[in-house]
C-alpha cells in the first residue's frame, strides 16, 4: 500500500501575547491510502490545528506534510486551493453549506469550480445516496441539522477526494442523527475507496476506524492500529 | 500539476455572484442607495448646465434684445454719431439711470433704475408686461413701465401715477421681464420705463448725473454682424465705449452659469462622496457577515482572486443598477432645477433630458462605487481557508496592504481628475481635493473627539436605559462615524447659511449704530446744496458729512495713454485704470475712516506744480501705482496734472463716503460738482416723511437708506440661501438614507440584542426609549459636530474676513440642531419598527 499523507517532524508556535505557543510539537506519522484513522485527544491538545495542517488550510512552523506526494510546504495559496478542489474533502461540526445556495447547488460547488460539465445528475444522485433527493432545491435554513450534514457529506464525495476530512462530524448532532450520518459517511468512503481522517472527541466513533492517533499537548501520545 | 487558470471560468463566477446574493439583493441595493442621491444630483445638475448651454444658444439674442449694444458712462460724441447712423437697418436709445420714484397715491418713493428709452427695442424678445400691449404703447405717451416689486411694494396699479423729477406718468402696464433681466437684479435695481423724449422734463439729466447711454441696433438678415463689429472696434475702443453683440452675450452668460453649475455639481460631487464612504462602510459590514462562506469557498478550492471577483461583481451589479436608479431620479430632480434657479436666470429655462449627462452619471457612479468598494473588498483576498476550522481565527491584519493604499491613491486622483473635468484649473482640483479630503478629516476629527468624551465624561450615575443607549452608538460594525460626517456636513452647510446671513446683516446694521450716518443723499446740484441742508436742519437732522463729488476720467499716467498701455504690454499698467470714471473729492484733512500708509497727506495744492493727491491703498496696489507716480486727469474737458503724494488705508465698512482718489483743497472747487449728503435718521416714520420732502422739492437728488440695504441684502442673501439650502439638502438626505442603510444592516444585531433585553425582563417601552435615545445621541452627536465646523468657519470669516465682530443667532440655529435631531430619531424609529414588534421566539425559531 502507498502512503497518501506523510508528516516528518511537523511543529506548529502560535504567537500569544508577545509569547511562543508551541501547539504542534514534533508529529510525524504516514496514513496508507484507502484506510480509516481518527485523531483523538481533549480540548486544546491541537487536533483541529493537525487537521487544518494536513488538509492544507494552514502551514506548519518547521517540519514538512506531503499529500498525495506533493510537499504542501512548497506550494502557494493558490495552488493550495486547487489542491484542496482536486483531491481534499471536507465534513465539519457545523456542516458549513454556503446559505445562499441550494442543496443541490452546494453539492455542485466543488465541480463547478473544476470546470465539471454535466455535473447535475451526479450531483442529484449523490443526494439520492444521502436520502436527501425531494430536498435538493431547499436552502439550509429549510433543513434540519442532519440533514444539512448529509448534504455536507454528499458535496464532501461529489469532487470524488483521495482523502476526505472530518472534523467532528456529529459534533452538532443527537445520537440518532449521528448514527444515520455515521453510517452514511462510512458506507459512502468504503464506496469510493477513499482516505478517511477523522477529528474527534467520540471514542466509540474513533473506534470504528482502523487507527487511533491520541494527541495530548500537541505531542502523539499513543498511535494505534485495530 | 493541472494550472489552476484550467478551471477559472468568468461564467462560473457570474453565476456564484448572482447565487451568493440572493438573500442580500434588497440589503446590497440598500449600501447603494447612499450614492443614488448623489447620482442623482449629479445627472440633474449636468442636465441643466446642457440645458443652460442649448437654451443660451437659441434665446441668445432675446438676452441681448438687439444685434448690437454700444454703451458708454458719458454722452456719445457727436464724431461718432455719424458711424453709429450708417450701422444695421433699426437703431433704438437708451439711458439708464439710478433716481427716487415717488408714488403721489400713497406718498412712498424708492431708488430705482430709470430707463429712458426710444426706438423699437427690444427686437428680439418682449419687454413682457401685463397689459401685454403695455410693453409698446407707453413708449408713445406720457406713461411708465414699473417693476412688478415695486408695483407690490407700494400697492399701485396700472392707471395710477408716479413722478420722475418734475413729470408726472402714468403707469402704463406693469414689467416683468425686460431682456436680460434676472430675479436678482430686479431685487437691487427695480426698473422702471419711460419714453426717452421725456426725459429732458424730468430734469434729472444733469451735468454730473451718473447716465448710462445704450444704442441698440438691428441688422439685416444677411449681414454678419461681428464683421461690421470687428471693423469698428478701434474706433469704439479709441472712444471708450463698449460694445456687446448676440456672440459675447452667449460666451458672457455661459461662462457665468459655467461658473454656476461647475459650483452645483462639486456640491453635488461633496454628496455622492458622503454616499460612497457609506457604501465602502457598508460593504465592510455585508463582507464581515460572508467571512464563513469565503473561508469555505476557499475551502473547496476557490482561489483568492475567485472569491474577491464573486463580491466585485456583485458589486458592480448594484452600483450599476443604483447609478441607473440615481439618473431616473436625477432626471425628475432635473424638472424642478428652474424652479429653484428662476432667480438667477435671465431667461425662461425650457428642460429637457440630456443623455449625455445620464450616461455620465451612471459611469461616474458605477465606478466611484466599485472604487470605494474595492476598500473592504481587497480583505477578502486575505482570509484564510481556516476560518471554517475556528471561528476565532483572525486574518492577519491587512492595514498595510499596499493595494490597500493603491486604492487611496486611485480614489485621491479619481476625485483630483473629477474636479479637473469640471474646474479644468489643475491648481483648484488639488485646493478642492484637498479642501474637500481636510473637511472630511476635520469632520471625522471633531465626531470622533466628541464621541470619546461623551463615552469619557458620560454619567455613570444616570439611568440603565440611557447608558445602553448610549453604549449603543459603540456596538460592533457601528457606523456611527460615518453618520455624524454626513449628516454633519449637511448641518455644517446650513448652519454656516444663518451665520453668514447674521453676520452680514449685523455688520450692516453695526456699522450704523450709534452716531453713525444711515441715510444717503446724493445727486445734489451745487445750487440745491445749501436748500437741502437746510431742510434737513428743518427736520432737525444732523448733518454728519456734507461732500462734494467731481467726476473725472484719467488721460495718462507717467506720461502714457491708453492707447501706448495697449500697445506695450512690458508696461505693467492696466488697461481698467483708463476706462472708468473716477468720483473724485476735496479736502484739506483725513475722515475718522482714513489712515495715511505712505508718503504725506497734503491740505491745500501748491501754487504750482503737479496737483498731490492722495491714493486708495489697494487701488494703488492693484494697478501697480506708487508715490510719485504722475497722473493726468480730464475734468470734463478741463486737464489736471496730479502726482501720488500719499497712500490711504480706507475702513470701507459703513455708510459714508469714501473716495479711491482724494484732492487737496485749492483746486477743484469750482469744476462741476454734485454733492452728498449724509445724515442719521432714527425713526423709519420721519425717515419716510424726510424723504418725501426732498423727492418733492427736489426731485433729482436720490435716497438711499438703511432700511432699503438692509432689504436689498436681505432678499439677496434668501435667494441664494434658497440654492445652498437645496444643495445642503442633499447632503443631509444622504446622511439619513446612510442611517436608514445602517439601521437595517444591523437589524439582526439589533433584534438578537433586543430579544435578549425582553428575556431579561426589560418592556417593550424600555426597549423603546433604548432606540430611541440612541438615535438622539446619533441626531445631537452629528448636529453639534456640525454646528461646531459651522461655528469655527464662520468665526474665521467674520475674523478675518469682514473684520467683524462675531454674533451668534440662537434661535434659528437651534431649530435646526433640534430638527435634524428630530428627524434622526424620527427615522431611525421608523426604520426600527420591526425589531420593537418581533417576539423572541419567532427570532429563535429564525435562527434555528
Not at chain 1, 464532501?156 to 450520518?181: R, W
Request: hydrophobic residues 45%; proline residues 3%.
Amino acid at each position: 500500500m502507498t502512503n497518501i499523507l506523510t508528516l516528518q517532524q511537523v511543529n506548529k508556535i502560535y504567537q500569544s501575547g508577545g509569547r511562543d505557543l508551541k501547539v504542534l510539537d514534533d508529529i510525524s506519522f504516514t496514513v496508507e491510502a484507502g484506510s480509516t484513522m481518527a485523531i483523538v485527544g481533549p480540548s486544546g491538545s491541537g487536533k483541529t490545528t493537525l487537521l487544518g495542517l494536513c488538509a492544507g488550510l494552514d502551514r506548519s512552523t518547521s517540519g514538512s506534510v506531503e499529500l498525495n506526494n506533493t510537499r504542501l510546504n512548497d506550494l502557494n495559496e493558490n495552488q493550495l486551493a486547487a489542491l484542496r478542489n482536486r483531491s481534499i474533502g471536507f465534513i465539519f461540526q457545523n456542516f458549513q453549506l454556503l446559505p445562499t445556495l441550494t442543496a443541490l447547488e452546494n453539492v455542485m460547488v466543488p465541480l463547478e469550480l473544476r470546470g465539471e460539465k454535466n455535473i447535475r445528475p451526479l450531483a442529484l444522485e449523490l443526494l439520492e445516496k444521502v436520502g436527501l433527493a425531494n430536498r435538493s432545491h431547499h436552502y439550509p435554513t429549510q433543513l434540519s441539522g442532519g440533514e444539512q450534514q448529509r448534504v455536507s457529506l454528499a458535496r464532501a464525495f461529489s469532487n470524488q477526494p483521495q482523502i476526505l476530512f472530518a472534523d467532528e462530524p456529529t459534533g452538532n448532532l443527537d445520537a440518532e442523527t449521528s448514527e444515520i450520518v455515521i453510517q452514511l459517511l462510512f458506507d459512502l468512503n468504503r464506496q469510493a475507496g477513499t482516505t478517511l481522517v477523522l477529528v474527534t472527541h467520540d471514542l466509540d466513533l474513533a473506534a470504528q476506524t482502523q487507527r487511533i492517533i491520541k494527541i495530548k499537548g500537541g505531542k502523539i501520545s499513543s498511535d494505534e492500529k485495530q | 500539476m493541472k494550472n489552476n487558470n484550467d478551471y477559472f471560468s468568468f461564467r462560473w463566477l457570474l453565476i456564484m455572484a448572482w447565487r451568493d446574493s440572493r438573500r442580500s439583493r434588497s440589503r446590497l441595493l440598500l449600501f447603494i442607495s447612499s450614492v443614488i442621491l448623489g447620482i442623482a444630483a449629479l445627472v440633474a445638475i449636468y442636465s441643466l448646465g446642457d440645458n443652460l448651454t442649448e437654451n443660451i444658444n437659441r434665446q441668445a439674442a432675446t438676452l441681448l434684445g438687439a444685434d448690437l449694444e454700444i454703451s458708454s458712462g458719458r454722452p456719445i460724441p457727436e464724431t461718432i454719431l455719424p458711424m453709429l447712423d450708417s450701422l444695421g437697418t433699426d437703431r433704438s436709445e437708451e439711458r439708464r439711470f439710478a433716481s427716487m420714484v415717488y408714488f403721489p397715491k400713497n406718498g412712498g418713493s424708492r431708488l430705482a433704475q430709470i430707463r429712458a428709452l426710444q426706438g423699437n427695442y427690444p427686437y428680439y424678445g418682449e419687454l413682457e408686461t401685463v397689459p401685454e400691449a403695455a410693453g409698446r404703447a407707453f413708449r408713445n405717451a406720457k406713461a411708465a413701465l414699473v417693476d412688478q416689486t415695486l408695483m407690490l411694494q407700494y400697492e399701485a396699479n396700472v392707471g395710477d401715477s408716479i413722478k420722475l423729477g418734475d413729470v408726472t406718468f402714468v403707469i402704463a402696464g406693469v414689467l416683468l421681464k425686460a431682456p436680460g433681466q434676472t430675479g436678482i437684479s430686479t431685487t437691487v435695481a427695480p426698473a422702471v420705463y419711460i419714453p426717452l423724449a421725456y426725459l429732458e422734463q424730468t430734469g434729472l439729466e444733469q451735468k454730473g448725473s451718473r447716465i448710462s447711454y445704450l444704442h441698440f441696433f438691428k441688422y439685416g438678415i444677411k449681414e454678419n454682424v461681428e464683421e461690421s463689429v470687428k471693423k469698428i472696434k478701434p474706433r469704439l475702443e479709441a472712444e471708450d465705449l463698449d460694445s456687446k453683440t448676440v456672440e459675447s452675450q452667449k460666451e458672457e452668460t455661459g461662462r457665468s452659469f459655467k461658473d454656476l453649475t461647475r459650483f452645483l455639481s462639486l456640491v453635488g460631487f461633496i454628496a455622492l462622496l458622503l454616499g460612497c464612504i457609506g457604501v465602502a462602510s457598508a460593504v465592510h459590514i455585508y463582507i464581515r457577515e460572508k467571512l464563513n462562506a469565503i473561508a469555505l469557498l476557499r475551502c473547496l478550492g476557490v482561489k483568492s482572486t475567485q472569491a474577491f471577483m464573486i463580491y466585485l461583481i456583485q458589486i458592480v451589479g448594484v452600483g450599476f443598477l443604483g447609478s441607473v436608479l440615481g439618473a431616473i431620479l436625477g432626471a425628475v430632480i432635473q424638472q424642478f432645477l428652474p424652479a429653484v434657479l428662476k432667480d438667477f436666470l435671465p431667461f425662461e429655462l425650457i428642460t429637457s433630458l440630456s443623455w449625455a449627462a445620464v450616461a455620465q452619471g451612471i459611469v461616474l457612479g458605477t465606478l466611484i462605487s466599485i472604487l470605494f468598494a474595492l476598500l473592504p473588498l481587497i480583505s477578502i483576498r486575505n482570509i484564510s481557508p481556516l476560518r471554517v476550522l475556528r471561528a476565532s481565527y483572525e486574518t492577519s491584519t491587512d492595514a498595510n496592504d499596499p493595494l490597500r493604499w493603491l486604492i487611496y491613491l486611485v480614489i485621491g486622483l479619481f476625485i483630483l481628475g473629477f474636479t479637473y473635468l469640471q474646474t479644468r484649473d489643475f491648481k483648484e482640483a488639488l485646493a478642492f481635493t484637498g479642501s474637500v479630503l481636510g473637511a472630511f478629516l476635520i469632520l471625522l476629527g471633531m465626531a470622533t473627539l466628541l464621541m470619546r468624551l461623551v463615552r469619557r465624561f458620560f454619567p455613570t450615575s444616570w439611568g440603565y436605559v440611557w447608558r445602553q443607549a448610549l453604549a449603543n452608538l459603540y456596538r460592533p460594525n457601528n457606523q456611527t462615524a460615518i453618520l455624524v460626517i454626513s449628516i454633519g456636513l449637511g448641518t455644517a452647510f446650513i448652519c454656516t447659511l444663518i451665520l453668514v446671513q447674521s453676520l452680514l446683516l449685523n455688520r450692516v446694521t453695526l456699522s450704523t449704530s450709534g452716531n453713525q450716518p444711515n441715510v444717503v443723499l446724493f445727486d445734489i446740484q451745487s445750487t440745491q446744496r445749501q436748500p437741502v441742508l437746510d431742510l434737513a436742519v428743518r427736520y432737525g437732522l444732523p448733518i454728519i458729512q456734507s461732500v462734494p463729488i467731481v467726476n473725472m476720467r484719467l488721460d495718462q499716467i507717467n506720461g502714457y495713454t491708453m492707447a501706448d498701455v495697449q500697445k506695450d504690454t512690458t508696461l505693467r499698467i492696466s488697461k481698467r485704470v483708463f476706462g472708468r470714471e473716477y468720483r473724485v473729492t476735496f479736502r484739506d484733512s483725513l475722515t475718522s475712516s482714513e489712515k495715511i500708509t505712505k508718503g504725506k497727506w497734503i491740505e491745500k495744492a501748491p501754487a504750482d506744480g503737479p496737483i498731490p493727491i492722495s491714493m486708495e491703498e489697494g487701488f494703488a496696489q492693484r494697478n501697480n501705482l506708487d508715490i510719485g507716480d504722475t497722473l493726468l486727469f480730464n475734468v470734463q474737458g478741463a486737464p489736471m496734472s496730479t502726482q501720488i503724494a500719499s497712500l490711504r488705508e480706507v475702513d470701507w465698512n459703513g455708510i459714508r463716503t469714501n473716495f479711491l482718489v482724494v484732492f487737496p483743497q485749492g483746486v477743484l472747487e469750482e469744476a462741476p460738482q454734485f454733492h452728498v449728503l449724509l445724515t442719521r435718521i432714527n425713526s423709519t416714520q420721519s425717515s419716510a416723511t424726510f424723504q418725501q420732502a426732498v423727492v418733492r422739492q427736489f426731485p433729482n437728488i436720490s435716497i438711499i437708506d438703511l432700511g432699503l440695504v438692509l432689504k436689498v441684502l436681505d432678499e439677496l442673501l434668501e435667494k441664494i440661501g434658497f440654492v445652498i439650502r437645496f444643495m445642503a439638502g442633499f447632503s443631509i438626505l444622504t446622511g439619513l438614507v446612510v442611517l436608514i442603510s445602517s439601521v437595517l444592516i444591523s437589524k439582526y444585531q439589533r433584534l438578537q440584542e433586543s430579544v435578549l433585553l425582553r428575556t431579561l425582563g426589560a418592556s417593550r417601552r424600555q426597549i423603546f426609549a433604548i432606540t430611541a435615545l440612541e438615535y438622539f445621541f446619533l441626531g445631537a452627536l452629528a448636529s453639534v459636530t456640525g454646528f461646531l465646523v459651522a461655528l469655527a468657519g464662520s468665526y474665521a470669516l467674520a475674523r478675518f474676513s469682514f473684520e467683524t465682530e462675531f454674533t451668534v443667532q440662537v434661535v434659528p440655529l437651534l431649530t435646526v440642531i433640534f430638527s435634524v435631531i428630530g428627524l434622526t430619531i424620527a427615522i431611525g424609529l421608523a426604520n426600527s419598527r420591526g425589531i420593537l414588534s418581533r417576539s423572541p421566539l419567532e427570532v429563535l425559531r429564525q435562527e434555528a
